[in-house]
Structure formats: C-alpha cells, structure tokens
C-alpha cells in the first residue's frame, strides 16, 4: 500500500505503554492531541504509521521492555522503507535521552514526560524532516511557570467508567532506591480549578469514578500560596455532581494527614481501598530509603483510618532485598504485613537504578544476594496470597454494591465490575449492565477477585 504522508484523513497510530497510571494517563492524552491531526488509534502494529512506546523504568524488567518493542517496531520501519514515525516516550526516554538515539539511528523522536503536551509538532516536524534521517530530541524540563497540563480528554473516556485526573506531576522526594524524580521532574501541582473542570468533563462524558493521579498526592498544593490542600481538593472533586467514587494514588504515608483521614469519615464518595505503599516493616530500612516514616507510625495512621473508616481495604508496595536488609529485617516485614493485613500488595526485589542514592550502599558492599532477595519475595508473596484468600473468602455470602465496568475477561456472558472496595467482582449478566451499580452476592472468594450473582428485586 503506498502512503501519502500529507494527507491527514487516514492516519493511525499504535501506542504500547509500560508503567503506571500516569502513564496511561499520559497515553490518552497522546491519543487526544494526535487525533487533532486525524490519527486514529489501532491496535495492530503493521496498521500504523506512528508507533509510540510510552516507558517505564521503575525498575531494570521494565526497562528492559523497550529494547525488545524497539526491535519489532524497528524491523516494521526496514519492510516499509522508512516509511514509519517511531517514538519513545515517558521515564526510560527521559532518563536515556540522546543515548537511546544514538543506539538507534533509525528512531524518531525521544522525548520525555514533560513533552506530551507538544507532541503534535514534534510529530509534524518528524514528518517534515523524513528523509533527511533527522531526529528529534525533547526531554527538557519546564518550569512550573511554562508548564501546561494538558487539558485535552483521552477519546476513550467515553467508553469508560472509570477516569483518571493527574493532579500534579513529578516528585520532591528522595526515596534512595527511586529513578521517578529524575524522569519525572520537581513536583508540581496543577491548579484546583483546572482539575474540577476535568472532573465534570469526563462527568459529561459518563464517567462516575475519578481517580486523582500524582507520585505524592498528599503533598498537593502545600508549595503554592492559596491552592486548596489535597484534603480540600477531595471535597472540591466530592461536590461535583454525578462523581460516584473517588479514588487516589499514590499516598505518601509520611504526608497523609488528619484532614484527610476525616474525609473518609464525611465523603461517602471515597472508595474503602486505600493503596498506600508501606516498602518494608523495618525502621532500620525505611530509614535508609530516606521514607520519613517508621512502622509504628504507619500502624498508627492505619488504626485511624480503621477508625474513620471501619470497612477500609488497604494495599501496599513492598520492597525486598534492599541493601543492607537482613532475616531480621525481613521478619520485621513479615509481621507488618501480618498485622495490618493488606488485601493485596505489590512486591518487587530492590533493583539498582542508574544515578540514585541508594548505589552508594551497593558501593560499600551492602547489596543482598540476588538468590536471598528471590528466597525473601517469595516467602512474602506466599503469606500475601495465603491474606488475599483468607479475606475474599470471609466475602462469601455478603451482598456488595458493584459498579459494573464490563465484559469479564474470562467468561463469555460474564461480567466484570468493581466493589465499594475496589475488588474485582465477576458475575453472569448483560453489557446493559455496565455504568449501573448493581448488589451482587458473593458466592466464591478467589486471590484476586471475587466471584457471584446478581440478586434480583432487593
Ligand atoms: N510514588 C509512589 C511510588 C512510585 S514507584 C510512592 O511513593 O509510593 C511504584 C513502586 O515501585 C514503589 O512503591 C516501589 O515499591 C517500587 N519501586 C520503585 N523503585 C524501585 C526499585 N528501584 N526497585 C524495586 N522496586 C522499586
Ligand atoms: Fe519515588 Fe519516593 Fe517520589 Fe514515590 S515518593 S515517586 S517512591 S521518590
Ligand atoms: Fe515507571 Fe515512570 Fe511511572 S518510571 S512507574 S512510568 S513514573
């Protein structure tokens, strides 16, 4: 087939994404502005002209990710003859900028998080430029003066439930262990204004839950004279009409203050799932990771938000491994997870991150053997599934209240929704279904999700 790069009536683009919500967000924001120029979104790589894959580098496996999407999207460029723009975005593009261009000659475009917003002329000026092998580059940071939060909607919000709204971006901590400060920038907030203008238009659009996005949300809106705090910022999102559930991530347990645990006893509208991510159980290492916080008072903030919130579902982020972590240590976590009993958690082992503090401990000879961090992950991983079984099986004949999302993804003629919770509730029924809130009573609790039958006529 043979393409005409002028004309904008039949362009598609093919976006691959890593990483978090932000991510994700920033992906819809991609599509939004690229559907401005007549890009349609296609799932099939062979379809596109422009192929963006939007990185993560977290951790060493996610990063890893990009080389081998890199290889495919690449050979497609060779059987077109250059006929393809291929760019990579987000937290690997920023932290590996001109490296990853020079690796590979034959890519377009690199530019970092803080670029999404100008991603129509970065295109438009790789279009001009094919032939000339000409790459662009944009992985520089703005200030809080000329940044934009880009306003537009991801089209796919109109199919959705659920919506996300980043309410600032960046970090201005230094947890040891963490590339995010260095991909994502300084912190900063977004104005309150813009983000309940977002809110209603994804309200306008059907969705009924909002889930606020930034690195730190607590810390919102304490660095700018006059901006509502986050707690304030949860009211404002609470007070707009057709707002079913709010949701929040990430909480810094160092930043979440009472003002917040008391919106869970005035919102009805905040889910009962707070993700709050603890890292390990032992002071000794959340001191070296520079969190702020120990586990007694980590314990405590969960007492009183039990407290505030009789029913709160919690999950967490723990690391295993981390330089200089001992059995001790690890036993420290062990009871952590114990006593406040996530539902759910994600584990990772500690993985070095280029030009973060936390090498210098690896310098002095405290890393942990790969094969004790693997022995570690594991143990923690068994006793988490052995809670997420034991808590979905106490579910068994309760009625929940679930927002119905969609088709399952196992199941023909199942459907697949969320409860008050945030668990994952499958349960025979039509599409007709999805947007309605609807009690479901639970007849089998698995790891992971919950399964059961609509009751009729409650
Ligand atoms: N801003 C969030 C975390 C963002 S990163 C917060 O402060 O909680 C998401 C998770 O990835 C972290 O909670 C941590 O558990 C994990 N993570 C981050 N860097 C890591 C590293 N170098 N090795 C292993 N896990 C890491
Ligand atoms: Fe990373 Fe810590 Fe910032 Fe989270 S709060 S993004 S873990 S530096
Ligand atoms: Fe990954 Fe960047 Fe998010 S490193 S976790 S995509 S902020």
Redesign the pocket.
């Known amino acids: 087939m043979t393409r005409d790069p002028s004309s904008t009536s039949d362009r598609k683009v093919y976006i691959r994404t890593f990483g978090?919500q932000m991510n994700v967000y920033d992906t819809g924001k991609m599509k939004a502005q690229l559907a401005r120029d007549g890009y349609a979104e296609t799932e099939v790589l062979d379809e596109a002209d422009l192929v963006i894959v939007n990185t993560c580098s977290?951790?060493?496996k996610p990063e890893l990710k990009v080389h081998s999407f890199l290889g495919e999207a690449r050979k497609l460029k060779r059987e077109r003859r250059g006929e393809l723009t291929i760019a990579v975005a987000g937290c690997v593009a920023q932290q590996e900028g001109r490296k990853l261009l020079d690796r590979y000659p034959d890519l377009d475009l690199v530019f970092g998080p803080d670029a999404v917003p100008r991603i129509r002329q970065m295109v438009a000026q790789s279009l001009e430029g094919r032939g000339r092998a000409e790459q662009i580059l944009d992985t520089d940071f703005l200030d809080a003066d000329d940044y934009i939060f880009s306003p537009e909607i991801d089209p796919a919000a109109e199919a959705r439930v659920g919506g996300f709204v980043t309410i600032q971006k960046g970090?201005d901590?230094k947890?040891t262990?963490?590339?995010?400060p260095a991909t994502r920038g300084a912190e900063l907030s977004r104005p309150s204004a813009e983000i309940v203008a977002e809110v209603r238009a994804l309200v306008a659009r059907g969705v009924q839950e909002i889930t606020l996005l930034?690195?730190?949300v607590n810390s919102y809106g304490l660095k700018v004279p006059g901006e509502k705090t986050f707690a304030q910022l949860l009211y404002a999102v609470a007070a707009v009409p057709g707002v079913a559930r709010i949701r929040y991530?990430?909480?810094?347990p160092r930043d979440m203050g009472p003002d917040v645990v008391q919106a869970y006893r005035d919102l009805p509208q905040l889910t009962s799932h707070l993700?709050?991510?603890v890292?390990s159980g032992s002071d000794a290492v959340l001191k070296r990771m520079k969190?702020f916080y120990t586990r007694e008072r980590y314990l405590r903030l969960v007492a009183d938000l039990r407290d505030a919130r009789p029913d709160l579902v919690l999950s967490?982020?723990?690391?295993v491994g981390?330089p200089g972590e001992t059995e001790a240590d690890i036993d420290d976590t062990m009871t952590l997870l114990d006593a406040v009993r996530f539902h759910s958690s994600?584990?990772?082992?500690?993985?070095?991150?280029p030009g973060?503090p936390?090498l210098r401990l690896i310098d002095r000879g405290d890393e942990v053997p790969p094969d004790v961090a693997q022995a570690r992950l594991v143990r923690l991983q068994q006793r988490q599934r052995e809670i997420s079984v034991e808590e979905n099986r106490a579910l068994e004949g309760q009625t929940l209240d679930v927002l119905v999302e969609g088709p399952s993804r196992h199941d023909s003629g199942v459907i697949c929704g969320r409860s008050g919770t945030f668990k994952t509730v499958n349960f025979p029924g039509g599409l007709d279904l999805v947007g309605q809130t609807v009690p479901v009573h639970i007849l089998r609790g698995f790891t992971n999700s919950l399964r059961g039958e609509m009751v009729v006529g409650r």
């Open positions: 978090c977290v951790r060493e970090c901590n947890c262990f963490c590339i995010v930034g690195q730190n991530t990430t909480s810094h993700h709050l991510p890292q969190r967490t982020d723990f690391i981390f994600f584990s990772f082992k500690y993985s070095p991150r973060t936390a």
